[in-house]
């Protein structure tokens, strides 16, 4: 490859995967050099304002996972992943000029950490670098959209039939092509470990309804498994408000948070399993959930910083709490509620927690304690596996009454607990441990 001609680098961050990338895709169609880059931020591992780290251990033990199954499959293809360390961009910048990269390609993202990140970096390079945004987080691709995003419906069903009746999904990106060997750089990069990000390494909870490891090939095997070895995917509507075990829900949150799969992907998973196996509510059912992960990206996109305001995207005024004690007895399963302790152990000792569990809590904490629902909300962007920025402040808005809800409901612990968990199995499982 021509130096003339420089480099295209893949700026990786929640897009780790070679599969349906249309940035890799591009950057290996322009006839360069490519290279790729990733960053394990140490802010990404610091203390949030709440006094929480922004990543705990397990969504840190998953990504690294994740990192290290990308490394290998951009290996396979002879393109190196540069990995760094650093809190500023400065490596990156160093890199840009070094390399004599000619365009960057990067998933688009609007929320206030990302953007900080991106102006770091981008606002101190040559003008001359191009950068090539893209849109692959997305089920609906927003160019498909044909709506300005502050026209977008603040009430999820009618952005839902509008993207029923008028949107297609777009195909999977092609398959990456492996490249010459003389594309690799001379350095080889090692992926960081839990201790050298500040965690001990620790045992996956034998109780755990998330025993799986992070990247793409577990995030493929998991629908294999779900979807082809165990046909769970056509009960899914009967069994998405369990509470234990592996196979009451998909699981697949966790590699679409941080990109190692694509909602496309399992999108036209679903439609050939429809085709092969069968068509139901619960198929149905899997990509009404896609669509609802969509939406929360489109709101974020919509209100951007004010999805991180007290006011939340309703401008609301409650007198919200922020007692350390009552924070404290909800993260350690202490409160008057066996329902919310059990999954508030469960998250703790785990990563993962039920749909069904984190409705529960989040209303217990915002509407009965009445603490400041960003509180929470920081809580689970520390600890869950599947944190991401989007349905994560997106559903704890949405429960605490500040968000997309038009109803503002709270939930009746003990009601939810007896249709449930009506023999106790789960809280037993949690409690009496």
């Not at 420089?6 to 591009?26: A, E, F, M, T």
């Not at 498909?144 to 069903?157: A, G, H, M, N, R």
């Not at 092609?174 to 500040?198: C, T, V």
């Not at 399992?266 to 609802?292: D, G, H, R």
């Amino acid at each position: 490859m021509s130096k003339l001609l420089g480099v295209s680098l893949i700026w990786y961050r929640n897009d780790l995967r070679i599969k349906d990338h249309q940035g890799l895709s591009k950057a290996i169609d322009s006839k360069r050099q490519v290279v790729a880059y990733y960053n394990f931020n140490p802010i990404l591992f610091n203390k949030l304002n709440f006094g929480f780290k922004k990543t705990d251990r397990y969504r840190s033990k998953f990504l690294i996972e994740s990192v290290n199954d990308l490394q290998i499959e951009l290996d396979k293809l002879n393109i190196s992943l540069i990995i760094d360390s650093c809190s500023n961009g400065q490596n990156l910048i160093e890199s840009i000029k070094k390399l004599n990269v000619k365009e960057i390609f990067v998933q688009r993202e609007w929320t206030r950490d990302e953007i900080n990140e991106e102006n770091e970096v981008l606002n101190k390079i040559d003008g001359s670098v191009k950068v090539n945004y893209s849109f692959d987080q997305f089920l609906y691709h927003p160019n498909d959209l044909k709506k300005k995003t502050e026209d977008i419906p603040d009430v999820f069903t009618l952005f839902r039939k509008k993207c029923e009746k008028d949107l297609k999904v777009r195909s999977l990106v092609k398959s990456p092509i492996k490249l010459d060997s003389k594309n690799r750089l001379a350095e080889e990069y090692k992926i960081p470990s839990l201790n050298d990000l500040g965690f001990n390494d620790f045992k996956v909870d034998k109780r755990s309804a998330f025993p799986f490891k992070g990247g793409t090939k577990s995030g493929i095997e998991r629908i294999n498994s779900y979807f082809w070895k165990t046909k769970k995917l056509s009960y899914y509507k009967h069994t998405r408000n369990g509470l234990i075990g592996v196979d009451y829900s998909s699981k697949l949150s966790s590699w679409l948070a941080n990109g190692s799969i694509s909602p496309k992907m399992i999108y036209w998973e679903t439609k050939k399993y429809e085709k092969q196996v069968i068509k139901n509510q619960s198929t149905y059912w899997m990509v009404f959930e896609l669509i609802w992960r969509d939406y929360f990206k489109y709101i974020s996109m919509k209100y951007r910083d004010k999805i991180f305001s007290i006011e939340g995207i309703l401008n609301r005024k409650y007198n919200w709490d922020n007692s350390k004690n009552k924070v404290f007895e909800w993260i350690d399963g202490k409160t008057k509620e066996p329902f919310v302790n059990s999954n508030m152990l469960e998250i703790k000792n785990t990563g993962w927690m039920s749909n069904r569990g984190r409705q529960n809590v989040a209303s217990y904490f915002a509407k009965e304690l009445e603490l400041d629902w960003r509180i929470g909300a920081a809580y689970f962007e520390s600890m869950l596996i599947d944190y991401d920025v989007h349905s994560n402040y997106g559903n704890w808005m949405y429960v605490s009454g500040v968000g997309n809800d038009p109803r503002d409901r709270k939930f009746n612990i003990k009601w939810q607990s007896e249709k449930y968990d009506p023999k106790m199995k789960y809280q037993n499982l949690w409690l009496n441990d």
